[in-house]
């Protein structure tokens, strides 16, 4: 069964930072996809950043142009764990973060379908 679960989240001021955690259990794959979501209050669940791993290549990484230059997608494959970093973080940040997995490479890495897993979220608030 696998279950991702999100940490990290937090209320900060406008140009602080945070790093969120997702670990995954359960979800092991040669060719994965992991993706950073986020929901704000009364919008839609929006793609943030994703990182693609193959055993035939090097990693993928993605990111909507909100967050480029801000934050930063990584991952611990020993630990399974995924991470974002976010710096720079304004108001407009505030939402619900989601980690997602899913399998294989696609062009559309911020569409909700392309992902098999959720978490449940952890909440990031960032005050102006």
């Known amino acids: 069964q696998v279950q991702l679960v999100e940490s990290g989240g937090g209320s900060v001021q406008a140009g602080g930072s945070l790093r969120l955690s997702c670990a995954a259990s359960g979800y092991s794959y040669s060719n994965k996809r992991m993706g950073w979501f986020r929901q704000a209050p009364g919008k839609e669940r929006e793609g943030v950043a994703a990182i693609y791993t193959s055993t035939a290549r090097p990693y993928y990484t993605y990111y909507a142009d909100s967050v480029k230059g801000r934050f930063t997608i990584s991952q611990d494959n020993a630990k399974n764990t995924v991470y974002l970093q976010m710096n720079s973080l304004k108001a407009e940040d505030t939402a619900m973060y989601y980690c997602?997995?899913?399998?294989?490479?696609?062009?559309?890495?911020?569409?909700?379908?392309?992902?098999?897993?959720w978490g449940q979220g952890t909440q990031v608030t960032v005050s102006s």
């Open positions: 997602a997995a899913g399998q294989g490479y696609v062009r559309n890495w911020n569409q909700l379908y392309e992902y098999n897993y």
